[in-house]
C-alpha cells in the first residue's frame, strides 16, 4: 500500500502549535514528523506528538455514542446511534427550558483543540440557545490583564527575537515541558555568548537549559521585580532618556513605591539573597538586550495580575522595550487575525445570560439556583479532572437530577458521569484553522484520515443539534471548510501582506504586520494607570502567604502529559515515573516518609494519594505534583486538583492553581 504525506497542525494547547507531517497508509496514520518548513518548530515534536497516531488510532478511543446504565461515575454504557443521542439531548433540553428557562443549560469548554472553529464551535449555537454563558478563565487571564495593565494592546515581539538577547530569562516558565521550541532561542542566546536564566519556584528540567537558577517563594516575584527596580533606582541604573519620553508614572513609582522595597524586604519575601538581588539588578542594567520570557503559572496567585504587572514594568527601566531582542514576552495575541464575530456571533445572545465562572464550576453545580444548573454540555474539556476543587466538581457531577453530555476521544473522569457520551474526532479527522499564542504563525489544515468509528467533530455535532431544534441561522448548515472560507473572505490588518495561497494550500504562514507603537490610552508605557485599583504596582500577598499547612503545592506541567490529555498512552504515563508527589529529602525525613511510599496530601478540601519522590531539586516546605492524572490511573481516589481551591485572582477571574497549602503523611 503506499503511503501518503499531508501537512497537519498540532491541535493541543501549547504556545509552539507545531506544523506536522503526516503518513497515511490504507487510511490509517502510521506516523507523525515534524515539518521541516515549519517557522518556529523547524522539523521537531515534543515527546507527547513524536507518536500522535498512537493516540488517534488508541483502542481507547470512543467509537459510538453511549447512554448511561449504570450509577453517575460507575461508567457503565450501552451503545445507541447518534439519531437516538440527538434526539435524546434536544428532548431533555426542551423539558428543562420549559420548566426553568435556557439558562438552566451550561455549555464547558475550554482548550482539547486550539483550531478556531472546532474550539468555538459550540458559541453561536449555545448564544442562539439562550444558555448560560462560560466564562473560559481557567488558563491565564491574570497574566493578559497584568500585560495590559502597563502596555494595554502593544504586539509583542515576534519569540524568535529572543535569540538576538545577551541576556534571556526564562520567568516562571518550564520550557523544557511547556514550549521547546523556545529553547531553540536560549541555545543561540549561549552561542553568542549570552546569559540564561531560569526564576522558578523549584529546579525543572529547564535548569539545565540556563546559566543560573534562582528559586523564589510561590507568588513573590512581584517582590523581586520590585527589588530590582529599587536597586536601578538606587544606583542611577536606569535609562532615564527612554523614560523621560516613552514611559509613564516612573517618578511617582520611585517615590512612592519603590522605597518601601529596598532589598532586605524583597529578600525576606522572596527568600532570595540580598547579593542576589543586587546581583541579578546589576546585570540585568548591564545588558545589551535583556529579554523575559514569562510563563504563566506565576500569575495562577491571588495576586497573579500584579505579579505580571510588576515584572512588565522592569524591562521599562532600563529602556529594553522597542530594542531589537530586548523587552517581555507573555503570549502573542492574533486572535484579530481573523473576523471572529462572524463565528462567535454575539449578536444572537438574547438578553443578557449569566456569566458562570469556569474555575467555580463546583459552586455553579452544587450551590446556584434561580435557576440551578440543570443541563451540562461538556466539549473538549475534562473538569472532574482539570478544574479546581475536584470534590466539588465530582459532587455536582454526581447530581442524579443533572443531565449531562460529555463529547470526548475517550472515557475521561467526566465522561463517566454523563448521560450522553458522544464520540469527538482527533484533528487528524477533520479540518481547521489556527493560531498560535506563542508565535505569529497561522495555518489551516483539513482531515489527513477519515472519522475513526462514528466519531464527529465539534462542528458537525452542533450542527446535528441545531438542526434538531430548529435553529434556522445560515451559519448551523456551513461546513467546518465552509466557515474556514468565510473567515478568510475577510481581509483583517493583521493578515495584510501574507501569502494566501500558501495557507490556502495548508504551509504555515507567518503574520508580519503589527501596529507599531505602544498602544495604550496615553501611547505610553504605563507604570502609572490611574484607571487601576492600585495606580502603581506593588507587592500584594498571596491568598496562602500566612496559610497554616507547612507546603506550598506545585501543581505543575509534564513534559510527558498536557493537563489531562495523554494519560491514554501507557508509555507517556510511565515515562512520568506515575503520580508522584516530589519533595525535599529533608523534609519527607523530618516527616519519617521514604522515597517511593504512598502518601497522601491533604488540606480543607481533600485528600491525594500519591507516591513520594524525594529530590533536591523540590526546595523545603515545598512539594510538586506534576501531571492531571486521570483516575483510572491515579494510586488513590483522586487526582491533584482534589487539594486546589475556586479562589480567584485578583485580576481577570483567573484559576488560583499554585497557591495553595497541604500537609503530607503516610498512607495508612
Ligand atoms: N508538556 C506540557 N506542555 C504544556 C502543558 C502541560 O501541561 N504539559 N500545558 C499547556 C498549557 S494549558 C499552558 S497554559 C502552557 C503554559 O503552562 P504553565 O502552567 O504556565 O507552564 P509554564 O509557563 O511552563 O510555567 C510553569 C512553571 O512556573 C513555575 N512556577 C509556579 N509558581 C511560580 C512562581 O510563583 N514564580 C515563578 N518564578 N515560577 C513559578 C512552575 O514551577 C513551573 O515550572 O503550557 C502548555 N504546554
Ligand atoms: N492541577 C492542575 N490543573 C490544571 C492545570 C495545571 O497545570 N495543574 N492547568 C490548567 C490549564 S493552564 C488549563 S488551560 C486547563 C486545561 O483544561 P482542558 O482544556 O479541559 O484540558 P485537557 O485535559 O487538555 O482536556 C481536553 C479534552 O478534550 C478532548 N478533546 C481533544 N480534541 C477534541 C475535539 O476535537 N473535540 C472534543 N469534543 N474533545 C476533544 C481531549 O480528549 C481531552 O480529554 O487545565 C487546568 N488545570
Ligand atoms: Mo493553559
Redesign the pocket.
Known amino acids: 500500500m503506499s503511503v501518503i504525506t499531508k501537512r497537519s497542525v498540532c491541535p ?4 509552539d502549535t507545531c506544523g506536522m507531517l503526516v503518513e497515511v497508509e490504507g487510511g490509517k496514520a502510521v506516523s507523525v514528523k515534524g515539518d521541516p518548513l515549519h517557522p518556529f518548530s523547524r522539523g521537531t515534536l ?1 515527546p ?1 506528538m513524536r507518536h500522535y497516531e498512537e493516540s488517534v488510532h488508541s483502542p481507547l478511543r470512543l467509537t459510538t455514542p453511549l447512554k448511561r446504565t449504570g450509577a453517575k461515575g460507575s461508567g457503565e454504557f450501552a451503545p445507541i446511534s447518534w439519531e437516538e443521542a440527538v434526539a435524546t439531548i434536544a428532548s431533555r433540553w426542551r423539558a428543562i427550558i420549559a420548566e426553568h428557562g435556557a439558562e438552566a443549560i451550561l455549555p464547558y469548554s475550554y ?1 482539547g483543540t486550539m483550531g478556531i472553529v472546532q474550539r468555538n464551535a459550540g458559541h453561536p449555537f449555545f448564544h442562539r440557545l439562550g444558555a448560560s454563558r462560560l466564562d473560559r478563565t481557567i ?2 487571564p491574570a497574566k493578559g490583564a497584568g500585560w495590559q495593565a502597563v502596555m494595554g494592546q502593544t504586539a509583542t515581539p515576534p519569540p524568535e527575537t529572543a535569540g538576538k538577547s545577551d541576556l534571556l530569562i526564562l ?5 523544557a ?3 521547546i521550541h523556545f529553547l531553540n532561542q536560549a541555545k543561540e542566546v549561549q552561542a553568542k555568548g549570552g546569559t540564561v536564566w531560569l ?4 529546579e ?1 528540567p ?1 535548569a539545565s537549559a540556563a546559566d543560573r537558577t534562582f528559586l ?6 512581584g517582590a523581586l521585580a520590585l527589588g530590582i527596580m529599587h536597586i536601578l533606582a538606587r544606583e542611577g541604573l536606569t535609562d532615564m532618556a527612554f523614560l523621560d519620553s516613552q514611559v509613564l508614572g516612573y517618578e511617582e513609582l520611585k517615590r512612592e513605591v519603590l522605597p518601601l522595597y529596598p532589598p532586605a524586604v524583597c529578600s525576606r519575601i522572596t527568600g532570595l539573597a540580598v547579593e542576589e538581588i543586587e546581583l541579578m539588578a546589576r546585570f540585568f542594567a548591564s545588558a545589551r538586550a535583556p529579554f523575559i520570557r514569562l ?7 491571588g495576586n497573579g495580575a500584579m ?1 505580571v504587572r510588576t515584572i512588565c514594568c522592569l524591562p521599562a527601566l532600563v529602556g529594553a522595550y522597542g530594542k531589537e531582542g530586548a523587552g517581555c514576552f507573555p503570549d502573542t495575541a492574533t486572535g484579530a487575525a481573523f473576523p471572529m464575530g462572524l463565528l462567535l456571533r454575539e449578536d444572537l445572545i438574547q438578553g443578557s445570560p449569566r456569566l458562570i465562572n469556569m474555575n467555580q464550576l463546583g459552586q455553579a453545580l452544587n450551590e446556584l439556583s434561580d435557576p440551578p444548573v440543570m443541563g451540562l454540555y461538556v466539549y473538549h474539556s475534562n473538569p472532574a479532572a482539570v478544574t479546581p476543587d475536584q470534590n466539588a466538581v465530582l459532587k455536582g457531577l454526581a447530581r442524579e437530577n443533572l443531565f449531562t453530555v460529555v463529547h470526548e476521544r475517550f472515557m475521561t473522569d467526566t465522561a463517566r458521569y454523563a448521560d450522553i457520551v458522544l464520540p469527538a474526532t482527533s484533528s487528524l479527522e477533520h479540518s481547521d484553522i489556527y493560531r498560535s499564542y506563542g508565535t505569529y504563525c497561522i495555518q489551516r489544515a483539513q482531515g489527513a484520515i477519515d472519522p475513526v468509528g462514528e466519531s464527529k467533530s465539534n462542528w458537525e455535532v452542533f450542527s446535528l443539534l441545531a438542526a434538531e431544534l430548529g435553529f434556522q441561522e445560515e451559519l448551523f448548515n456551513l461546513s467546518a471548510d465552509q466557515v474556514i472560507d468565510r473567515l478568510l473572505a475577510v481581509p483583517t490588518p493583521l493578515r495584510q501582506g501574507i501569502d494566501e495561497e500558501a495557507l490556502a494550500a495548508g504551509l504555515p504562514v507567518e503574520l508580519a504586520a503589527r501596529e507599531g507603537g505602544y498602544r495604550t490610552t496615553s501611547g505610553k508605557i504605563e507604570i502609572l494607570n490611574r484607571q487601576l485599583a492600585h495606580p502603581l504596582p506593588v507587592y500584594l500577598p498571596t491568598h496562602e502567604e500566612n496559610g497554616t499547612l507547612p507546603f506550598r503545592l ?1 501543581t ?8 489531562a490529555t495523554f494519560y491514554e498512552r501507557e508509555e507517556l504515563r510511565a515515562r512520568q515515573g506515575g503520580m508522584q508527589l516530589r519533595m525535599n529529602p529533608a523534609d519527607a525525613a523530618a516527616k519519617g516518609l521514604a522515597d517511593g511510599e504512598r502518601v497522601v496530601a491533604w488540606n480543607a478540601l481533600g485528600e491525594v494519594t500519591f507516591l513520594l519522590k524525594t529530590t533536591d531539586k523540590v526546595p523545603a516546605c515545598l512539594v ?1 505534583a506534576e ?2 492524572w486521570w483516575l483510572a490511573y491515579a494510586p488513590g481516589s483522586r487526582s491533584v486538583n482534589a487539594l486546589t481551591s475556586q479562589r480567584l485572582t485578583d485580576e481577570g477571574g483567573g484559576s488560583t ?2 497557591d495553595n497549602r497541604v500537609d503530607v503523611r503516610r498512607e495508612l
Open positions: 493541543f494547547d501549547c504556545p515534543c507527547k482548550a488558563c491565564s520567568w516562571g516558565i518550564n520550557a515541558a511547556t514550549s526564576i522558578d519556584t523549584y525543572t529547564t523564589v517563594r510561590p507568588g513573590s516575584d510563563g504563566s503559572a506565576l500569575s495562577r496567585y505579579t506545585m505543575a506541567p509534564n513534559p510527558y502529559a498536557l493537563n510538586v501531571g492531571v492553581f499554585y
